[in-house]
Nanobody, 125 residues
Framework: QVQLVESGGGLVQAGGSLRLSCTDS????????MGWFRQAPGKEREFVAA????????YYADSVKGRFSISRDNAKKTVYLQMNSLKPGNTAVYYC??????????????????WGQGTQVTVSS
């Protein structure tokens, strides 16, 4: 069962950096791809980044490529999102999620319907 807890959000000035963390204590973390999503006020939740279950591949939304980096530490059951060169438009609640199937070979992830509480990121201009 997925149990996700996000942390690391906060208020930062434009151009600054934050590192978000997400722990999944509910199952064998290392067997599942993990992803980050965000939802800005008045907008739909959108994909930000994903990392394959074995860490071999990562995927990013075009809007964050080159500025954000996703990584995972399977021993700590934690996935990270390093966010650099932040912009006011990056302001949102950030959520992590886990693929619903283990050891998936493709990147056609089927994200769980279980979401954590999210962590607020606010970027001031």
């Amino acid at each position: 069962q997925v149990q996700l807890v996000e942390s690391g959000g906060g208020l930062v000035q434009a151009g600054g950096s934050l590192r978000l963390s997400c722990t999944d204590s509910g199952r064998t973390f290392s067997n599942y791809a993990m992803g980050w999503f965000r939802q800005a006020p008045g907008k739909e939740r959108e994909f930000v980044a994903a990392i394959h279950w074995n860490g071999a591949s990562t995927y990013y939304a075009d809007s964050v490529k080159g500025r954000f980096s996703i990584s995972r530490d399977n021993a700590k059951k934690t996935v990270y999102l390093q966010m650099n060169s932040l912009k006011p438009g990056n302001t949102a609640v950030y959520y992590c999620n886990a693929d619903s199937g283990p050891f998936r070979r493709s990147s056609n992830y089927q994200w769980s319907n279980k979401w954590g509480q999210g962590t607020q990121v606010t970027v001031s201009s």
